[in-house]
C-alpha cells in the first residue's frame, strides 16, 4: 500500500524545479509509505546518447573504475555520475544493449534499475524524504517524472521491492493497491521467458506490461489489457519516454487525484500531494475514472 | 434525526475564533472544538490552511459553525452532530462520513463516499462527488449539484440522496430503502435498483430538500426516483447472481 | 458344502461420510448453501498437540497458592491516553447485539465485570445494557457501521477496527430475518423481518495506507484517548499483523478458523482461514521484526477452552486471549437440559448450530421473548465469572509448575509438541527430539 505521485510539465520555465517539484510531492505522502520511495526523471535527451541507472550493495567497490571498463569491453565512449548506491552511465545509444551485458559479467552484484534516453530510475529503502536527500532529486531537472513511496504489504521491504519497476526502455510502473492473482500471471510470465527479483506484485505487472509490448501491444493496448488480465485493486501510473499514463481498475477504490492548469498535468494518491504546486487553487482537480487509460505525452 | 432549522452557514467574521492551521496542530483545533458546552459563545471558526490535512473538524457536537478555507483531505467532518460546516475548497474521501446531524456544504468537489454511512443531517455538494457517494447511508440527506461517481449508494438503507447531474454505473446496487432522485441521465442502476413512480409525496420531499440546500433553477419534477425492488430481501436461490 | 457370496461387513466412506451425504442430500432439496453458527468443528491441529514440560531437576517450581503469578496485562500503551488495565488475559470477544439476546449480553457483561476483564459488542452497536453492566468495554467498528455515532465512540474504552474474523475472513456479517426484531432493526436502520445483508469491505477506506488515515480520525474524535485494536481473521497473520502496526494499531486482534460466529455459510466457515494455532507464531514474529512485541499487544481467539490453552497462546507470545463460544457454553448455550427440544428441532446438545434461526432453547442466540427469559442475568453472569476464574488458575498453576512468576513469562522453550503438524506451526520441537520441522532448513 502506498503512496503515488506524477508531474508532466508543459512549461518548459518549470523543468529546473522539476526535480524539487516532484520531491516535495513525494514526501507529502509519507504516512502512507514509510519502507521505501523510489522516483523516474525524464530529462534532456541528447538524440544518440543512452543511459543506464543502476543500483550497487557496494558502490565503492563496484562504481571505481567501471567506466573505463565497460568502456573497453563496448569499444565505446562511457561516462558514470555516482549518486550514493546508485550510478548513471552514459553511452552511445547504439551500445546499451552491449553495455547491459557487460556490466553483468563486469559487475554481477549490480542491479539494473532503467535504461532509456531519458529516465534516470532512483529507489531505496527510508523514509521519502530520506530517498530524495540521498539521491539529491530536488536539484534534478526535467520534463516530467513518476514517484513512489511504499508500505509493504505481502513481500519484504528491500531496495528492489520499491517502485517504479523498470518495464522497457524509457519506461517504468508504480502501484497503489494489491493484486490478487499476481502469482499465477507470474508462472505464465516466466514460462514466456520473462525473469524476476522479487516476490512483489507490482514486479508482476510491470514484467505483464514489457511482455505484452514485445508481443507488439503499444503501451496503451498493454495497459487495457491489465483490466482483463490483472485482479485485484490498483492504481497505475506509467513514465514514458514522452510522459506519462494512469489506469484504475474497474472497482477503482483506491484513491487518485489529478490537477491540471497551462503549466503541468500533475496526479497524487491524495490531494494534499498536489497543495504545493504552482497555481493549485485554480487548477481544474479531478478523478480519473475507473477502467480507462488516460496519457498526456509531448 | 433530522434538524428543522438550521443556521445558514456565513459567520459573523469579527467575532469568529480564528485557526490557523499552518501555525496549530490538527488535534488543537479538534480538541478546541471538543471542549465547546452547550451556551458557549465561541459559535463562529475560521480553520485557515487546511492544505489536504485529514480529520478536519472531526467529531463536533456542538451547533457552531466552522468555515474552512481552502481544500481538506480525508473524513472531514466525520461523525459530525449539529454543526455547520463548510468547506471553501474541495474535499477528500470520506467527508461527513457517519453524520448524526446538522450542516455541511462543499463549495467544490468530494471524493469519494462522500456522506458513507451518514445517519442525519445535510451534506451538500455544490461540484461533482466521486464514486461510491451515500455508501451506506442511513438516513442523512445529500444533495449534489453536479454529477455523482459509480457504485454511489450502494447498500443505501435509508435517507435521500439528489443530484442535479449524472450518476456513474451501478447506482443503488443492494439499496434497502433509500430514496434516489436524479435529473440527468443515470449510466446505469444496480443490482434490485429500478426506476420508481414519482408521485406527489415524492415531488413535495424533493421540492423541500432542494429548498434545504438553497438549490434554485430547477423544479422537482424534472428528477427520476429510483429505489429498492425489495426482490433482496429475504434469500432466495434464484436471486444468487445479485449476492 | 457351498458358501454363497460371503458378505463383506458393510463399510462407509471416509470421504462421502454420512454427514456429507446429508449435505448433498439438502442442497439437492433446497437449492441455497447451508447456513449456520459456531466456528471450524473439524478436527485441526491445536493446543491439545502442544504439551507443557513443567519442572525438574533444571527447573524449579513455584509454591501453589503462596507464590505470587501475576495475571495482569495491560492492552494498548502504544498511543492510547487510557490504556485498559485487565486483572486476567482473558477477555469476552465480539458477539453482537442481535445474534444474541439482551439478557445474554447482559450476562456477559457482569461475569466479565466480576472478573476484571472485558466485553466486546458487536456487529449491532452498544446497548445500554452492556455499557451499563460491563466495567470495560470494547466497541467494534465494522464494515457494516450499524449503529455507529461518536456518542458510544467517546463511551468506550477501547475500539476495534474489524477487517475480518476467523470464521469467515472476507465475508461481512449475516442476521436472518426472523432475529431482526423492532429494535434490532431500530438499531441497525433497517426494515423489520428482512433479511440482512453487510458489507464485507468497509464503506469508506480499503488497505491498510488508508487504514492508518482511518485509525488517526478515530482517534481525533476521541482525542486520543482509546486504544484502538485492529482484528482480522486468520488469513496472513504475518503480514495482517505488520500492516496493523504499520497503520497504528495499539493491539492486534486475530481471530483463527475455530473462532465461531452468529451466521454464515458453512462452506465458508471450514475452508476459509486458518487455525488459531497456525496464526499465532507468524503474528508474533511479525511483532518481533517490527521492534514491537509487547509495545502493541497480541491478542488471540477462536478456540480457547480451558486455562492450558490459555497458557500455551500466552507461552507462544500472545498478550491476552478472547473467548466466544466457550463464553456462551458457560451462559448455558447447548446444555443438555433442553435435550428435548433440541431433538425436536433435529439436533442434540452440543450440536446445535442454527442459531441463525432463533430458536435457541437455552435463550441465549435469539430474539424470541419467550425464550429469552430462560438466561437469568445475574446467575448466568455468575456462571461465566466461575468460568474465567478456573482458566485462570489453571494458567496459574501451569505457569508456577514452570516456575514462572506471571503468566507472561511463560515462553516457546516451555514446551514440546505431540505431532510434526503442531510442531511446525508453533514452533517447538516434536517431543522426544530437538527436531523444529522448517527451521533451519529442514
Not at chain 3, 463511551?155 to 430475518?177: F, N, S, T, Y
Amino acid at each position: 500500500m502506498c503512496g503515488i505521485v506524477g508531474l508532466f510539465l508543459k512549461d518548459k520555465s518549470l523543468e529546473p524545479k522539476l526535480g524539487a517539484l516532484l520531491s516535495e510531492m513525494l514526501v507529502s505522502l509519507s504516512d502512507r509509505g514509510p519502507d521505501s520511495a523510489g522516483i523516474a526523471i525524464y530529462g534532456a535527451t541528447t538524440g544518440n546518447e543512452a543511459k543506464i541507472t543502476i543500483q550497487s550493495p557496494k558502490p565503492e567497490r563496484d562504481f571505481r573504475g567501471l567506466d573505463a571498463e565497460l568502456a573497453k569491453a563496448i569499444g565505446a565512449p562511457v561516462s558514470l555520475a555516482a549518486k550514493s548506491t546508485h550510478a548513471v552511465i552514459r553511452t552511445t545509444s547504439d551500445k546499451v544493449d552491449a553495455a547491459r551485458g557487460a556490466l553483468q559479467t563486469l559487475r554481477p552484484d549490480v542491479r539494473i534499475m532503467g535504461a532509456g534516453e531519458a529516465v534516470e530510475i532512483y529507489k531505496e529503502v527510508g523514509l521519502p524524504e530520506a530517498v530524495v536527500d540521498r539521491f539529491d532529486v530536488r536539484a534534478m531537472t526535467g520534463t516530467h517524472g513518476i514517484g513512489h513511496t511504499r508500505m509493504a504489504t505481502e513481500s519484504a521491504v528491500t531496495t528492489m521491492g520499491a517502485h517504479p519497476f523498470s518495464t522497457g526502455a524509457d519506461q517504468c510502473l508504480v502501484h497503489n493497491g494489491s493484486l490478487s492473482n499476481h502469482n499465477n500471471v507470474r508462472r505464465e510470465l516466466i514460462r514466456d521467458g520473462m525473469k524476476f527479483e522479487t516476490e512483489n506484485d507490482t514486479e508482476v505487472a510491470a514484467a505483464y506490461l514489457s511482455n505484452r509490448m514485445a508481443h507488439g501491444k503499444n503501451l496503451g493496448e498493454a495497459l487495457e489489457g491489465t483490466l482483463s488480465d490483472l485482479d485485484g485493486f490498483f492504481t497505475f501510473v506509467v513514465g514514458t519516454k514522452n510522459g506519462f499514463g494512469v489506469v484504475r481498475d474497474p472497482i477503482a477504490c483506491k484513491p487518485a487525484v489529478m490537477a491540471e492548469t497551462d503549466q503541468y498535468v500533475a496526479f497524487g494518491s491524495e490531494y494534499r500531494a498536489l497543495t504545493k504546486l504552482p497555481g493549485i487553487d485554480n487548477a481544474r482537480v479531478w478523478e480519473p475514472e475507473p477502467a480507462t487509460v488516460y496519457f498526456w505525452e509531448h | 434525526m433530522p434538524a428543522t432549522t438550521m443556521p445558514k452557514a456565513q459567520s459573523d467574521q469579527s467575532h469568529a475564533r480564528v485557526f490557523d492551521l499552518a501555525e496549530h496542530s490538527l488535534r488543537e483545533l479538534n480538541q478546541a472544538l471538543h471542549k465547546l458546552t452547550p451556551g458557549s459563545n465561541e459559535t463562529a471558526w475560521e480553520v485557515l490552511h487546511p492544505r489536504g490535512s485529514h480529520s478536519v473538524a472531526v467529531g463536533v457536537d456542538q451547533p457552531v459553525s466552522i468555515d474552512v478555507r481552502g481544500s481538506v483531505g480525508y473524513y472531514c467532518a466525520g461523525m459530525n452532530d449539529g454543526a455547520t460546516i463548510t468547506v471553501h475548497g474541495s474535499a477528500g474521501p470520506g467527508v461527513g462520513e457517519n453524520m448524526m446531524s446538522g450542516q455541511i456544504i462543499i463549495k467544490g468537489d468530494a471524493s469519494q463516499y462522500a456522506g458513507a454511512t451518514g445517519k442525519g443531517g445535510l451534506l451538500v455538494i455544490e461540484g461533482n462527488a466521486s464514486s461510491r457517494c451515500g455508501i451506506s447511508m442511513k438516513g442523512i440527506d445529500i444533495v449534489v449539484h453536479g454529477n455523482i461517481g459509480h457504485m454511489s449508494a450502494f447498500m443505501a438503507q435509508s435517507g435521500n440522496l439528489v443530484v442535479l447531474g449524472d450518476a456513474g454505473d451501478a447506482l443503488g446496487d443492494s439499496i434497502y430503502e433509500a430514496r434516489l432522485f436524479v435529473r440527468g441521465k443515470v449510466e446505469s442502476l444496480g443490482a434490485d435498483c429500478i426506476a420508481k413512480e414519482m408521485r406527489p409525496e415524492h415531488i413535495a420531499l424533493l421540492q423541500g430538500l432542494l429548498d434545504k440546500a438553497g438549490v434554485t433553477g430547477v423544479k422537482a419534477s424534472e428528477f427520476k426516483r429510483y429505489g429498492s425492488a425489495r426482490t433482496l430481501y429475504n434469500f432466495n436461490i434464484d436471486n444468487a447472481d445479485a449476492y | 458344502m457351498t458358501y454363497k457370496n460371503p458378505p463383506t461387513t458393510p463399510r462407509k466412506s471416509a470421504t462421502f461420510d454420512d454427514y456429507t451425504l446429508s449435505e448433498i442430500r439438502r442442497a439437492a432439496q433446497t437449492g441455497i448453501y447451508d447456513i449456520r453458527g459456531a466456528g471450524a468443528k473439524r478436527k485441526l491441529p491445536h493446543f491439545d498437540d502442544l504439551l507443557f514440560l513443567g519442572a525438574s531437576i533444571s527447573r524449579y517450581p513455584l509454591e501453589g497458592y503462596r507464590e505470587r503469578c501475576d495475571t495482569s496485562v495491560v492492552l494498548g500503551s502504544r498511543h492510547a491516553k487510557k490504556p485498559i488495565e485487565l486483572k486476567i488475559p482473558i477477555t469476552i470477544a465480539g458477539m453482537s447485539f442481535g445474534s444474541l439476546s439482551g439478557p445474554a449480553k447482559e450476562a456477559l457483561g457482569r461475569g466479565a465485570t466480576l472478573s476484571g476483564t472485558s466485553t466486546t459488542t458487536g456487529d449491532g452497536g452498544m446497548t445500554e445494557e452492556e455499557r451499563g453492566h460491563s466495567k470495560q468495554l470494547v466497541y467494534q467498528y465494522l464494515p457494516s457501521r450499524y449503529g455507529m455515532n461518536p456518542r458510544d465512540l467517546r463511551r468506550a474504552d477501547a475500539i476495534e477496527v474489524v477487517v475480518g474474523q476467523g470464521a469467515k475472513p472476507g465475508g461481512g456479517g449475516m442476521l436472518l430475518g426472523q432475529k431482526i426484531s423492532d429494535r434490532v432493526a431500530e438499531m441497525r436502520t433497517l426494515p423489520k423481518g428482512i433479511d440482512q445483508r453487510s458489507a464485507s469491505r468497509h464503506p469508506d477506506w480499503t488497505g491498510p495506507d488508508d487504514l492508518e488515515i482511518k485509525i488517526l480520525e478515530l482517534r481525533e474524535i476521541t482525542d486520543w484517548e482509546k486504544p484502538i485494536y485492529v482484528k482480522v481473521g486468520g488469513a496472513r497473520p504475518y503480514y495482517d499483523t505488520a500492516l496493523a502496526v504499520k497503520a497504528g494499531a495499539d493491539v492486534v486482534v486475530v481471530d483463527g478458523m475455530q473462532g465461531g460466529t452468529a451466521a454464515t455459510q458453512e462452506v465458508f466457515i471450514e475452508n476459509v482461514g486458518q487455525p488459531t494455532l497456525a496464526c499465532i507464531r507468524p503474528a508474533v514474529q511479525a511483532l518481533q521484526d517490527l521492534g514491537m512485541h509487547r509495545k502493541v499487544q497480541l491478542i488471540v481467539s477462536g478456540g480457547i477452552r480451558n486455562g492450558a490453552d490459555v497458557a500455551k497462546a500466552l507461552a507462544l507470545g500472545v498478550d491476552a486471549v478472547s473467548i466466544g463460544t466457550a463464553a456462551l457454553v458457560a451462559l448455558g448455550d447447548n446444555d443438555p437440559r433442553w435435550e428435548a427440544e433440541y431433538n425436536a428441532l433435529g439436533t442434540t446438545a452440543g450440536a446445535y448450530d442454527d442459531w441463525h434461526e432463533g430458536r435457541d432453547p437455552a435463550g441465549i442466540t435469539t430474539q424470541d421473548p419467550e425464550l429469552m427469559k430462560r438466561v437469568d442475568p445475574i446467575a448466568a453472569g455468575r456462571r461465566l465469572a466461575n468460568y474465567l476464574k478456573v482458566m485462570t488458575l489453571e494458567a496459574q498453576t501451569i505457569a508456577r509448575a514452570c516456575g514462572k512468576n506471571s503468566l507472561h513469562n511463560l515462553e516457546p522453550e516451555d514446551l514440546v509438541a505431540l505431532t510434526i503438524e503442531a510442531a511446525a506451526m508453533a514452533g517447538v520441537p516434536l517431543a522426544g527430539t530437538n527436531w523444529i520441522p522448517g527451521k533451519n532448513g529442514f
